[in-house]
């Protein structure tokens, strides 16, 4: 089993612990296009996207990479 289908059997907070994640920083900006947003933080990128109870992470640890895919995230929702 992979640690990403491990992940998705535990709750976040477990998961996203067993996970090398920057602690980010402060916000440097934030970029929003209807229900998703791109937080720029002085350590790291997170995007989040609106639900019906808010605004949610879907991915964090993410750098950036060259070509087509703009990053590469360690820790991804849905």
Known sequence: ?????E???RPCEQASASRDLPHGGGVRSVDVCGRQALLR????PL???L?????RVTAA???P????QPYRCTL???
């Open 51 to 55: 639900f019906d109870a808010g605004w």
């Open 47 to 49: 995007f989040l996207s």
């Open 65 to 68: 990479e060259p070509g087509e």
């Open 7 to 9: 992940d998705e059997e």
């Open 1 to 5: 089993m992979s640690s990403s289908e």
């Open 61 to 63: 640890g993410c750098v």
């Open 76 to 78: 991804k929702g849905a």
């Open 41 to 44: 933080l002085h350590g790291e």
